[in-house]
């Protein structure tokens, strides 16, 4: 008998990111141990359930089955959490620290009902990516949710979603730039010691792009700072003024036609969110929840 749904999540999710190395990152656990909770499967009903192909995974026709059975397992599962967390009964302040995109940008759409979920007060503080993970060892928030790999002993990561930076104005820019398009704009630039302006430095040096030819007017310290510096910069410059931001802070903008978002042409500037929590609350019902309830959001 397959004693837990653990080995049938680790299934699920290597079906649905098509990889074993995904589903690894994706639950937080190393390569092996999905390799190693798939052949118990297999080993368990005697028989394949997937085939590893070099452009992903193939279900065979008892894996199709099993998907389809697990799906419904997991279904079942998700309805019953709320009643199992009622048994629990614990009238608490659940609190999220998340860094300056995804708690200013992404969370607040979602707050309501992650309250619903755990049927608990949610609060958002936020702050830098290492100030929140430094609070969560500190023990003063209850989860992370962070935009920089800031990793640390006694912590569990879980990669969550892909997020995209673009080059953003408040003047209509070409939606695809070349490489000499860079130098044709004044630049709003994040703190030397920031995650995003070292990404992006990254992705311009290996384009190309030489960072140190750029009309730089200002350096801001966060994505709220950026936003509202190009908002109000002169609409009518000769040079357009620009800087790197996630498509999350500015979607809303972009939709009424405030902001203008560009990509480098044949290239996309990504990175990743992450959840941590503490390992001492891995088998805690309200942190399992809200990771659930996390990993299944479509941002």
């Not at 006694?154 to 490489?179: C, H, T």
């Not at 009309?215 to 801001?220: E, K, P, Q, T």
């Amino acid at each position: 008998m397959l004693k837990d749904f653990a080995k049938l999540m680790t299934f699920l999710t290597v079906v649905r990111e098509k990889s074993f190395s995904k589903a690894s990152a994706k639950l937080g656990i190393s390569q092996p141990a999905v390799t190693q909770q798939i052949k118990f499967i297999e080993d368990y009903l005697d028989t394949r359930v997937v085939e590893r192909k070099k452009n992903g995974i193939k279900l065979t026709k008892e894996g199709e089955d099993l998907f389809r059975i697990a799906m419904k397992l997991e279904k079942s599962i998700q309805s019953s959490e709320k009643e199992l967390l009622k048994i629990i009964s614990k009238e608490f302040t659940f609190i999220v620290g998340a860094s300056y995109a995804i708690g200013n940008y992404v969370l607040p759409s979602y707050l309501g009902q992650l309250k619903e979920k755990i049927n608990n007060e949610v609060h958002i503080r936020v702050a830098f990516s290492e100030e929140i993970i430094d609070q969560l060892i500190d023990k003063k928030i209850d989860i992370a949710l962070i935009e920089s790999p800031v990793f640390k002993d006694g912590l569990i990561y879980r990669e969550w979603e892909e997020d995209e930076l673009v080059i953003f104005s408040n003047q209509p820019i070409p939606k695809q730039l070349r490489k000499e398009d860079m130098y044709k704009f004044d630049w709003i630039c994040r703190d030397e010691n920031s995650h995003t302006r070292k990404l992006t430095s990254e992705v311009f040096e290996e384009i190309g792009v030489e960072c140190s030819g750029f009309s730089v007017i200002g350096v801001v310290a966060s994505s709220t700072a950026i936003k509202e510096t190009i908002m109000r910069s002169p609409k009518d410059a000769v040079r357009p003024v620009v800087s790197v931001i996630s498509r999350h802070v500015i979607s809303d903008e972009v939709e009424e036609g405030k902001l203008f978002e560009a990509r480098i042409k044949n290239f996309k500037i990504k990175r990743k969110f992450y959840i941590a929590y503490s390992k001492e609350r891995k088998h805690d019902a309200f942190i399992d929840n809200v990771v659930t309830y996390l990993l299944g959001l479509k941002l």
